[in-house]
């Protein structure tokens, strides 16, 4: 990791430290394009010829059946079922309170406003496994869809299916489970297949193809839930921070893959010595190290005069994770303005939130956390406008509405208000 001392930076090189790692997303469009429209074209055959070719798996079939989910149900120890029911009820409890009713409103006499959600009937969750699998997303995403009534909920995962995969699903009564991955499961949920079913709107986080096959899908057939890249976080803390605590929570991220970013903002070049010589100490024992090398190869430590240049920087770098390793850490929070997710005290690290706090861990990367939101029960439903008017109302606003109709020349909308004022006159 380099040390920068923001002193020493100009505006034009602070804006450049908040620009990630680049990605050349034209190279990988030219990649996936072919792909989305070979399987939009051929359906399962593309699908399991891609799946052969990039995953090395030769499918007969590309849903799991029952029979093998409830056998790799039964083979996972029971510790680990656990874990995970634990989990998936602190998820649950936190996303059913975002579900909240909004009380009918009367903007004036005899005019009612009112919003109700329905939910999104058919969503596809894709859950990566490029490295590892990750059966914690299935939680973060089915969970949601199921509390918000979806319908339908198809899940894609690249070959092999891992247990863990299977039974984080079953706990969010997912039962159509396609051993699929890549830009050719985006296409498959996208447009239809003969097996796998077209959704309405795709989750769910992957490598720069799935990323780029999510993007070019919503231009055409489908919605998705956000533009995302590799995973990042940013800590802030101060002299009395734990050095221990922050090197973990930096490799914590690290680890992910080698495209993740990682950055510290501290107030002495003495403590961004002490977090360097103890990420090297920790990262010798991951068994992910190299993975993790590479992250920090192109990660940073930014030494701040004050917590003032600190918070400016991370709400101009926007990061995914935000972790504020500082004394007295509640009176800060109103200091954040773009984060995806915010950690605060030494005790709230990152990995808390990816697994069993409550809170969803699919969130904007790349700078979208200063314009989206992480997903939430918000993402899986509709608001859908509702408003009544009795004969009081049509009184009320119909001068209004006949007027504003008559300015911008809308002669049926006049009129349409217009034979109603009449009609009660009669």
Excluded: W
């Excluded at 792909?35 to 798996?57: L, M, P, Q, S, W």
């Excluded at 004036?108 to 329905?118: A, I, P, S």
């Excluded at 297949?193 to 795709?202: G, L």
Aim: aromatic share 8%; net charge negative; hydrophobic share 40%.
């Amino acid at each position: 990791m380099k040390t920068y001392l923001y002193k020493n930076l100009d505006a034009k090189m602070l804006e450049a430290l908040t620009q990630r790692p680049e990605i050349d997303l034209e190279k990988t469009y030219e990649v996936v394009k072919p792909i989305i429209a070979d399987v939009k074209a051929n359906g399962d055959e593309a699908v399991i010829r891609y799946t052969e070719k990039f995953d090395g798996v030769s499918l007969n079939s590309l849903e799991l059946r029952d029979e093998e989910i409830q056998k790799a149900i039964a083979a996972l120890p029971e510790q680990t079922k656990e874990a995970f029911q634990k989990a998936a009820a602190n998820i649950e409890k936190f996303h059913k309170y975002q579900l909240a009713t909004e009380k009918p409103v009367e903007t004036m006499e005899g005019v009612v406003c009112f919003r109700e959600l329905r939910a999104i009937e058919k969503v596809g969750i894709y859950v990566p496994a490029g490295t590892a699998p990750l059966p914690s997303t299935v939680l973060m995403l089915g969970l949601p869809a199921k509390i918000a009534g979806c319908s339908e909920v198809v899940l894609c995962t690249p070959p092999p299916v891992a247990a863990e995969i299977v039974f984080a699903a079953s706990l969010c009564g997912i039962t159509q489970i396609f051993q699929v991955g890549g830009a050719q499961a985006i296409a498959a949920m996208a447009y239809g297949t003969e097996s796998i079913p077209k959704v309405y709107k795709i989750f769910g986080p992957g490598n720069q193809y799935v990323t780029a096959a999510k993007m070019l899908a919503s231009l055409d057939s489908v919605a998705i839930d956000m533009p995302a890249g590799p995973s990042e976080v940013l800590v802030i803390a101060d002299e009395n921070a734990d050095v221990c605590f922050i090197a973990a929570d930096l490799l914590s991220q690290a680890e992910h893959g080698p495209d993740s970013q990682v950055v510290l903002l501290c107030l002495s070049k003495k403590m961004a010595d002490k977090v360097k010589i103890e990420v090297e100490k920790q990262l010798a024992d991951l068994p992910r190290r190299d993975i993790a090398s590479l992250a920090l190869s192109k990660s940073f430590v930014l030494v701040c005069q004050n917590l003032d240049e600190a918070f400016g920087f991370s709400n101009n770098y926007a990061p995914e994770h935000l972790i504020l390793n500082l004394e007295e850490a509640e009176k800060y929070l109103e200091k954040v303005k773009n984060a995806g997710s915010v950690f605060i005290g030494k005790y709230s690290c990152e990995s808390a939130g990816d697994y069993a706090s409550g809170t969803n861990h699919t969130l904007p990367t790349y700078g979208y956390a200063k314009v989206y939101s992480g997903v939430s029960i918000d993402s899986f439903v509709k608001k859908i406008t509702f408003q009544k008017l009795s004969e009081e109302g049509v009184r009320n606003l119909g001068p209004i509405v006949e007027k504003m109709a008559e300015c911008e020349q809308l002669q049926a909308h006049k009129n349409a208000m217009r034979l109603r004022i009449n009609s009660l006159k009669q």
